[in-house]
Structures are given as structure tokens and as C-alpha cells.
């Protein structure tokens, strides 16, 4: 069983920038693969970004087009947490921001590809 806790969500102007983090347990946490969702209001979850673990796609990033270029995903395996740096943000980016442990560690698009999710963090972009 693997356990996500995600924080640093807000409110923020747009232009703004926010970290995300998420916390999880787990003793192999660097050989997940863990990705970031978004679902805004009345909207499916979508695929903004995720980071490759050491079992499969070894560390290796990928973006949803939308957020390439001001969103970066990075992981701390001694501490066992993912982030979410956000810079230039969008009122189109705002919504619950999903973390998500994909054990075989290859971090695929699909949220399909995902084995545990944690609870979510609001993040609202004000115009």
C-alpha cells in the first residue's frame, strides 16, 4: 500500500508561480514512476506531467503540450517526494492537482497506467 499526500496548492494571480509537493511511503519510492493530474471544474482528469522511476523509464519526464516550458517535475527519492514547480500560471490551469504512484515505473499518460492516488490540492489562477 502506498500512501500520497500532496500540498502547496493556492490561490494565486495569474503569472504567479506555485511548488507542489507530494509526500509518499513506500520503502522502494525511487522505482515508481509518478505522475501529476489535473481536473478542473465539471471537467475530466487530464495528464499534466510525470517523472519516470529507476525500475522503468529511468528518471525520464514528460508533458502534457499545455504546460511544457513553464511546469518542471523533479523528485527527491531520499525524501520520498515528487514536486510540481509552476511558473507563468493560467486561469485555465486552475483545479485539483492529483499526485500519482505508478509502481511499475514507467510514468505513462494514462492515468489508467497508475496504481495509487492521493486526495488532491486546489490550485486556483485568478485573471
Known amino acids: 500500500q502506498v500512501q500520497l499526500v500532496e500540498s502547496g496548492g493556492g490561490l494565486v494571480q495569474a503569472g504567479g508561480s506555485l511548488r507542489l509537493s507530494c509526500a509518499a511511503s513506500g520503502r522502494t519510492f525511487s522505482s515508481y514512476a509518478m505522475g501529476w493530474f489535473r481536473q478542473a471544474p465539471g471537467k475530466e482528469r487530464v495528464f499534466v506531467a510525470s517523472i519516470g522511476g529507476s525500475g522503468g523509464s529511468g528518471g525520464s519526464t514528460f508533458y502534457a503540450d499545455s504546460v511544457k516550458g513553464r511546469f518542471t517535475i523533479s523528485r527527491d527519492n531520499g525524501k520520498n517526494t515528487v514536486y510540481l514547480q509552476m511558473i507563468s500560471l493560467k486561469p485555465e490551469d486552475t483545479g485539483v492537482y492529483y499526485c500519482?504512484?505508478?509502481?511499475?515505473?514507467?510514468?505513462?499518460?494514462?492515468?489508467?497506467?497508475?496504481?495509487?492516488w492521493g486526495q488532491g490540492t486546489q490550485v486556483t489562477v485568478s485573471s
Open positions: 500519482a504512484a505508478d509502481l511499475n515505473g514507467l510514468g505513462f499518460r494514462s492515468e489508467f497506467s497508475y496504481d495509487y
